[in-house]
């Protein structure tokens, strides 16, 4: 994280100021200072435009019923490229550019759900263990749970069927103020 963080905030803006200086040199500093502004602009529109057609594929997908993860990935990588894009510099912009275009988009949202999918089967998951309690345990070990099948009804539970039915969920409770 730390390698990371250095070379976001201290490699990049390096290289940007060296590039910005070497087209300032070439080109001159008015010249230079209007294409910073205008890539800021072009990118900021195009951002625009594929985030609401995003943004419309999600509302596809979620009337359909299905799980706009593609887009998820997607939106994250065109704020990721407007906040490139509005960055001053030549480097920021071109790595801003290239998250525009869609073929590359498709190759790091494929990796990135890839390595997503990949996290999640290697890492251990959370167990649910129910008992059910018989009438003849002692009162001792009754008195120290709570009784989850007890609750008091919601209006949101009106048709729900659960299949632990008249189960409770054995835990531990420890107050820490």
């Known amino acids: 994280m730390f390698r990371l963080l250095f070379v976001l905030f201290i490699i990049i803006p390096i290289i940007e100021i060296f590039v910005l200086m070497q087209v300032g040199a070439v080109l001159g500093v008015w010249p230079t200072i209007a294409m910073v502004i205008f890539t800021a602009w072009l990118g900021a529109k195009y951002v625009r435009q594929q985030g609401i057609s995003t943004l419309n594929s999600v509302q596809t997908k979620m009337a359909q019923g299905q799980m706009p993860s593609d887009e998820i ?5 065109l704020l990721v490229a407007g906040v490139l894009l509005v960055t001053p510099g030549f480097v920021t912009d071109f790595l801003g550019l290239s998250l525009l275009i869609p073929a590359v988009r498709h190759t790091i949202a494929g990796s990135v ?25 002692n009162q001792n070990q009754n008195q120290n749970h709570d009784d989850f099948s007890k609750q008091p009804e919601s209006p949101f539970q009106e048709n729900l069927q659960s299949p632990h039915e008249g189960q409770t969920l054995d835990g531990e409770f420890e107050r820490k103020d």
């Open 73 to 77: 990935v997607t939106a994250l990588m």
């Open 113 to 137: 759900m890839s390595h997503i999918s990949s996290n999640n089967t290697s890492q251990q998951g959370f167990q649910f263990h129910s008992h059910s309690h018989s009438h003849g345990q």
